[in-house]
């Protein structure tokens, strides 16, 4: 069971508890298949072939409001036919949103989505067309995000570098593995030419709005010529050119994400034109990136599989990104 243990067990308790508030059978199924900032289950239901994908989320993190705002962008973009997103589940009653009691723990805030076919595209594949295809689809929401005009009672947070730097959303960059004395010295110094930088860039409205802002490979579905995207968990008010950083989330030290960068860059402009202080902005948005993921290593080392396979080496691995930055040689 993925992070063990007794909160495993309490938030199994508590998905079948308010799976009881959806139209399934009593013969429906779950398993936990993924552990990050929520706990993410498969459900199927054999009575009818219906499976969905069940998101038990992190507390603390959004609100109820917060996460009814996240629905009501998928269901406009989803309108739009801007990208193909999984559609929201209502219980019984209509709502969308549950709140759950967990045993000694706080109570979770639960959504359903349909289960969408397809598989994550894979690190080792040839990306290239994958991240121009990933770039008109990034510039296709800016721009109706753009246009789109929110409903009274819209709330989403803002990443930026004050959330990621100085509230640790996803944890203290400090407090990971491997971020010793040395480590931190080199980090800190980079952490401040991120600020410094991103201040300069500023947050005009063409270049700061609505983002996914986890456009990541695990996030993504291959599905034939089908591409859809999942889990808008962490759409919020950002840089726009920050859906390139996240797309490469893990992989900023590859030797590929120069050629990644160019691909998503040319799938972008075809649709939105950018400056070329637009793309000097990006390798500071890639550092912002890991110096986040640095921080999400150390808060979810002790239940989350991923996290501690990157370990102490992810923290390291950012001190040779950090060099580079700020030599000014970061994908130049």
């Known amino acids: 069971m993925i992070g063990g243990d007794a ?10 508890s308010v799976l009881a508030d959806y139209d399934f059978s009593p013969d429906l199924v779950f398993s936990l298949v993924n552990v990050s900032e929520n706990w993410t289950y498969r459900v199927d239901d054999p009575a009818t072939g219906r499976s969905a994908a069940l998101r038990v989320h992190r507390p603390n993190y959004h609100s109820r409001e917060e996460i009814e705002s996240e629905l009501m962008w998928i269901d406009a973009l989803r309108r739009a036919r801007v990208v193909d997103a999984p559609t929201p589940i209502e219980a019984r009653d209509g ?62 947070f803002t990443y930026d570098d004050t959330a990621v730097l100085e509230k640790a959303l996803w944890g203290r960059w400090q407090d990971a593995p491997g971020a010793g004395a040395e480590e931190q010295d080199i980090l800190s110094r980079a952490t401040a030419e991120i600020r410094r930088r991103l201040a300069d860039y500023g947050r005009a409205p063409n270049r700061f709005g609505l983002c996914h802002n986890d456009l990541r490979l695990a996030n993504l579905l291959i599905d034939g010529d089908r591409l859809s995207v999942i889990d808008f968990d962490d759409c919020g008010y950002s840089w726009y050119l920050n859906d390139f950083a996240t797309a490469v989330s893990f992989m900023e030290d590859d030797a590929r994400v120069a050629d990644w960068m160019e691909a998503w860059l040319g799938g972008y402009t075809g649709n ?16 912002l990136r890991r110096m986040l993921l640095v921080g999400w290593v150390g808060f979810h080392y002790e239940h989350a599989v991923e996290a501690r396979q990157l370990g102490a080496a992810y923290a390291t691995g950012a001190c040779r990104i950090a060099e580079d930055y700020l030599s000014g040689h970061f994908l130049k």
């Open 7 to 16: 909160i495993a067990e309490s938030l199994d308790r508590a998905v079948k």
């Open 95 to 156: 709502g969308r949103v549950r709140t759950v009691a967990v045993e000694n723990g706080p109570a979770r805030h639960v959504t359903l989505f349909d289960w969408l076919p397809g598989a994550a595209p894979s690190a080792d594949a040839d990306l290239i067309r994958g991240f121009g295809r990933l770039g008109d689809l990034a510039a296709r929401m800016h721009l109706f995000g753009m246009g789109w005009r929110r409903p009274a009672v819209f709330r989403r």
């Open 272 to 287: 939105r034109p950018l400056s070329r202080t637009d793309r000097d902005i990006l390798p500071t948005l890639i550092m």
